[in-house]
């Protein structure tokens, strides 16, 4: 008799309800915030400004990460 295929456990379906909870979070709070912006230019002037911190925040784990393997 064949082995049957490995199955998901009760941690990764969580984990996975998790990821897709959180990933569409995002397109909720952008059209929300869209919708309560004063001009679109201020909407992605928010946009923008929060890349530029995430990139910094990225950028800073990076280097920690290279100079504590």
């Excluded at 309560?36 to 230019?41: E, F, K, V, Y």
């Excluded at 928010?46 to 290279?66: D, H, M």
């Amino acid at each position: 008799m064949t082995k049957s295929p490995q199955k998901l456990n009760l941690f990764s379906l969580t984990m996975i309800c998790i990821g897709f909870v959180i990933g569409m979070g995002i397109f909720r709070a952008a059209a929300t915030s869209a919708k309560d912006a004063i001009s679109p230019s201020v909407y992605f002037s928010a946009w923008f400004i929060g890349g530029i911190v995430a990139l910094c925040g990225a950028l800073t784990y990076a280097e920690i990460g290279s100079r504590y393997p």
